[in-house]
């Protein structure tokens, strides 16, 4: 049974979306959460609201993961507040939309835009949190990576290198912090049909990709959030106590493609 009673989480990037799925159910199962906004305080705040009265505690805090100062902010909150650290979840994320075909479309500031929050932001959190997270009975980092990360597709080819190299980030750490007993994985969605998505991309395309998701998927559904948290907290939780360095892809078989009818 999933459990983080007494457990302290940070979740970057959790004002909405699939963060804010993991942080609301996490507080339902009796965790203390860390919530990340970068610029909607009134989301944030609303979740927070939620959180409590599912059960949990959580406080809000403005912090953009990309710059490190403001990482150890996110660390000295949940240090002020519970006074100890359990689980990270590096979630936070950006991309630029631009058809991989179009070399020219991308510049090499788009491409430091993007690492810097991918990979670089998540780098720092474990950085600045190992010292709390050794202390932990059960410490673990999940990282939100994607199948663009596994197959280079996805919104650019910025954001799939981006998110292959959070793979081998996630490969690395395991190793690394193995013998300090901190898990590190991470989960690899496919498309998921957030109001992030909707506003990125507009309706008449967001529903285009979202019909086409449904018809390629084995399980001819596309994802949401909720369907992703799921596998966040399964990693976040004991109840993976023995498994380091995988990436989970949560996608609904998407990436298998439909079946052959033969004959």
């Given at each position: 049974m999933l459990d983080f009673t007494n457990q302290t989480a940070i979740i970057t990037g959790s004002s909405t979306g699939i963060g804010a799925a993991a942080a609301l159910a996490m507080a339902g199962l009796g965790g203390r959460v860390v919530i990340?906004?970068?610029?909607?305080?009134?989301a944030a705040a609303t979740l927070v609201a939620a959180c409590e009265k599912a059960g949990g505690e959580a406080v809000a805090v403005k912090a953009?993961?990309?710059q490190e100062s403001n990482c150890q902010a996110l660390i000295d909150a949940a240090m002020d507040k519970w006074g100890r650290l359990d689980i990270v979840v590096n979630n936070a994320g950006t991309t630029k939309f631009m058809d991989h075909d179009d070399l020219d479309g991308l510049s090499k500031q788009d491409f430091e835009d993007i690492y810097a929050l991918n990979v670089i932001g998540a780098y720092q959190m474990v950085k600045l949190a190992r010292k709390h997270l050794k202390k932990s009975e059960a410490p673990a980092i999940v990282n939100t990576s994607s199948v663009a990360g596994v197959r280079g597709i996805g919104s650019s080819i910025a954001y799939a290198a981006s998110k292959g190299a959070l793979n081998t980030l996630?490969?690395?750490?395991?190793?690394?912090?193995?013998a300090d007993n901190i898990r590190v994985n991470a989960v690899c969605p496919g498309f998921v049909g957030t109001d992030w998505f909707r506003n990125a991309l507009g309706e008449d395309a967001f529903d285009r990709i979202m019909k086409a998701q449904k018809k390629v998927a084995p399980l001819g559904r596309a994802g949401d959030a909720d369907d992703i948290r799921g596998a966040i907290l399964f990693f976040a939780s004991r109840m993976s106590q023995h498994i380091t360095g995988?990436?989970?892809v949560v996608d609904g078989g998407m990436l298998l493609g439909m079946p052959?009818?033969?004959?």
């Open positions: 990340n906004y970068a610029n909607n305080a009134e953009d993961v990309a996630t490969l690395s750490l395991a190793r690394a912090l193995g995988q990436l989970l052959q009818k033969l004959g």
